[in-house]
């Protein structure tokens, strides 16, 4: 730890510097802001649509932090030719992979707390507006699913470090980053119509299903995370589900980056 903390400082500080936080953060607040005015189109959901545009707008602008910056924090000590300096300390690899992942991680948690609260204050004020629409509102329920949002992040974070690990241009990075991204989040979905295709009435053959089985267990499931529904209308979460959603993003992030530290040991730097 003592040799990763300075490089996961400077990466957060870089992170922080980075130009493209602030057009992303001003993104987030204009949608925060038009949160107000969707929820008062609709006179019935006042409550669900306010809950869910929040979390969408504090979900959507995290993404883009970790494949704007994240990524991009990783490939300019590729292209600056700095990560000789780092190597030349005695300061393994693997110790380099994790000090800039740990910073990202700092840098996402960062941000997203700041976005949270903002998200928070706006459903505040929403709420304060139209009482008789939040019934079934509960703030330990968008706590928790602003925090599985983060966890979520981190997630697609240390993907990216480990296509980063392989990859020669951070343009890879960032397309393979999105396409697992988006498999993560249809894969539950895409499962269940496989398995069971006569319920909508098409036909699946047995070599789709053996492909999405098998992308199941190496893909993360991201709609693990994805708790909007229940914070939307009020629905409990069961403590079991919450440690098992936890022990999931720890398990694959902790794996995921094992794996990283393995191949970036063998790359050959330009």
């Given amino acids: 730890m003592r040799l990763l903390w300075p490089i996961a400082l400077?990466?957060?500080?870089?992170?922080?510097?980075?130009?493209?936080?602030?057009?992303?953060?001003?993104?987030?607040?204009?949608?925060?802001?038009?949160?107000?005015?969707?929820?008062?189109?609709?006179?019935?959901?006042?409550?669900?649509?306010?809950?869910?545009m929040a979390l969408s707008a504090v979900s959507f602008s995290g993404l883009l932090l970790v494949l704007f910056v994240g990524i991009n924090l990783m490939a300019k000590d590729l292209d600056r030719k700095t990560i000789y300096m780092v190597l030349a300390k005695p300061v393994s690899r693997a110790q380099y992979l994790m000090g800039k992942f740990l910073g990202v991680t700092l840098l996402i948690i960062a941000c997203l707390t700041i976005l949270s609260c903002f998200a928070a204050a706006s459903l505040f004020l929403i709420k304060l507006g139209h009482p008789d629409y939040f019934q079934r509102f509960s703030w330990p329920l968008v706590c928790l699913s602003f925090s599985f949002i983060t966890l979520?992040?981190?997630?697609?974070?240390?993907?990216?470090?480990?296509?980063?690990?392989f990859t020669s241009t951070s343009f890879i990075t960032f397309i393979l980053t999105i396409i697992s991204y988006i498999i993560g989040m249809a894969l539950n979905d895409v499962k269940a119509l496989v398995e069971a295709p006569q319920a909508v009435g098409i036909t699946v053959s047995p070599v789709t299903v053996k492909v999405v089985q098998t992308a199941y267990y190496i893909f993360p499931n991201l709609s693990f995370f994805d708790i909007k529904t229940q914070a939307a209308h009020g629905l409990p979460v069961s403590p079991s589900y919450i440690i098992g959603v936890v022990g999931y993003g720890v398990v694959y992030i902790t794996i995921v980056m094992t794996l990283a530290g393995l191949i970036f040991r063998k790359k050959e730097f330009p």
């Fill in 10 to 52: 400077i990466t957060f500080k870089e992170g922080i510097r980075n130009r493209s936080i602030y057009g992303i953060s001003l993104l987030a607040l204009l949608m925060l802001v038009a949160n107000f005015i969707v929820s008062d189109m609709m006179s019935q959901e006042v409550g669900k649509v306010a809950v869910d």
């Fill in 152 to 165: 979520m992040l981190i997630l697609v974070a240390a993907l990216s470090f480990l296509f980063a690990s």
